[in-house]
């Protein structure tokens, strides 16, 4: 997804572009076109400033949004909204999935984890999700230690794996658990 196309830009160039007009209008003392669109213009372009300080990016997609419709439909429900949550922008949070690094205690407040892509994949015939995150004050033993409730968290039956491709960052992937886990579960 284009960065510049983040609605925070988007209202950010519509006010100045109105307020320009606006202001070239009252010096041409076109007093008619500069009313409305000074003052309409001016306030739009603040809004769209404000928007961009509280502006977090959505996460990258790695793979397309068409490759894995099929399996996303057979997949849990859960898993879908949650990457169409992180795909798109957000504004007045520190990071995309805020709320539940805060419930899973993987939160710090200076320097919280910053999802930084999410992947798509079908591993054994089963529809799962992989997320990338700049781990930044959280330590590997905190992630560790909410590995099992990390699967449970984001929908009934998944279960997580934890993988370090670089320091610094950790990869978070949901995958159903494996029939004989579930068998084992139930007795």
Known sequence: MNKFFSPG????????????????AYFTD?????????????????????????EVPPALRVVSASKF???????????????KDVTRWRYGQSCQLESSLRVLKLW???NPPQLIEIEELVKDGN???????????VSLERWNAQKERLG????KGLCAELFCPTPGQIDLTL?????EENSQENE
């Not at 419709?69 to 990457?83: A, C």
């Not at 995958?175 to 029939?179: H, N, R, S, T």
């Open 69 to 83: 419709t099929s399996e996303r439909n057979k997949g849990p429900e859960e898993l879908e909204k949650l990457v």
């Open 152 to 155: 449970r968290f984001f929908a």
């Open 108 to 110: 710090d407040i200076d």
């Open 30 to 54: 076109a007093t008619n076109l500069s009313v409305p669109t000074f003052f309409y213009g001016v306030p739009i372009f603040l809004i769209g400033i404000s928007l961009k300080t509280t």
């Open 9 to 24: 830009n988007l209202i950010t160039i519509g006010g100045a572009f109105l307020s320009l007009i606006g202001l070239t």
């Open 175 to 179: 995958l159903p658990q494996k029939q």
């Open 127 to 137: 529809y799962g999700i992989r997320m990338r995150f700049d781990m930044a004050a």
